[in-house]
């Protein structure tokens, strides 16, 4: 079973940037595409930026222009470029790899805090 493991998180400060990184422990065959998710305290994960085979990105309204993902062309590791931190930010981050005919595979998170 092909593990994922974010890294990258930590104490940013507003307006500060931070690249989180998720790498998989192997190959994963029939990979549709990947994203970035994200849960605050109290609140639902949600979707922050996702990646399919053909390259095309979307992102929520709430990072657009200041987050960016990109991924190898072997999907076995990905990114999430965030810039502009902001206090609302703050969230446990998680990667996911969609994968056909298969559950989506998850990493365990990484703790992102953005504080002044």
């Known amino acids: 079973q092909v593990q994922l493991a974010e890294s990258g998180g930590g104490l940013a400060q507003p307006g500060e940037s931070r690249r989180l990184s998720c790498v998989a422990s192997?190959?994963?065959?029939?990979?549709?595409?990947m994203a970035w998710y994200r849960q605050a305290p109290g609140k639902e994960r949600e979707l922050v930026a996702s990646?399919?085979?053909?390259?095309?990105?979307d992102y929520a309204e709430s990072v657009k222009g200041r987050f960016a993902i990109s991924r190898d062309k072997a999907w076995t590791r990905a990114h999430l470029q965030m810039n502009s931190l902001k206090p609302e930010d703050t969230a446990v981050y998680y990667c996911?790899?969609?994968?056909?005919?298969?559950?989506?595979?998850w990493g365990q998170g990484t703790q992102v805090t953005v504080s002044s």
């Open positions: 996911a790899f969609h994968v056909a005919g298969s559950r989506a595979i």
């Open positions: 192997g190959r994963i065959n029939g990979v549709l595409g």
């Open positions: 990646i399919v085979g053909g390259g095309t990105t």
